[in-house]
């Protein structure tokens, strides 16, 4: 069974930051590209950013400059750092097993900027 479990995220004022994980079981984890989603409040599904097997990276143009995606292949972890959050980064993160953020996803972790 394909299992991912998001965690990390938080209450964060803007500015600031946090690194969300996701830790995955049930496939060759090493062999899948995977990506970051995100649903804002009233808003419809956003991709984040996706790496590749090899460590390709790629980022939506709103996060580009202030996510860092990266993975852990000896952990079966994805991560995503992120600085300089704004408000409109608000938002249930997920993590796909994918590049483009298709299911299967976690059940994500929710991200809120505010003062």
């Known amino acids: 069974e394909v299992q991912l479990v998001e965690s990390g995220g938080g209450l964060v004022q803007p500015g600031g930051s946090l690194r969300l994980s996701c830790t995955v079981a049930?496939?060759?984890?090493?062999?899948?590209?995977m990506s970051w989603v995100r649903q804002g409040p009233g808003k419809g599904l956003e991709w984040v950013s996706g790496?590749?097997?090899?460590?390709?990276?790629a980022y939506a143009a709103s996060v580009k400059g202030r996510f860092t995606i990266s993975r852990d292949n000896t952990k079966n972890t994805l991560y995503l750092q992120m600085n300089s959050l704004k408000t409109e980064d608000t938002a249930m993160y997920y993590c796909?097993?994918?590049?483009?953020?298709?299911?299967?996803r976690g059940q994500g972790t929710q991200v809120t900027v505010s003062s």
């Open positions: 049930g496939f060759t984890y090493g062999s899948y590209p």
């Open positions: 790496i590749s097997v090899s460590g390709d990276t």
């Open positions: 796909a097993k994918s590049y483009t953020g298709v299911p299967p």
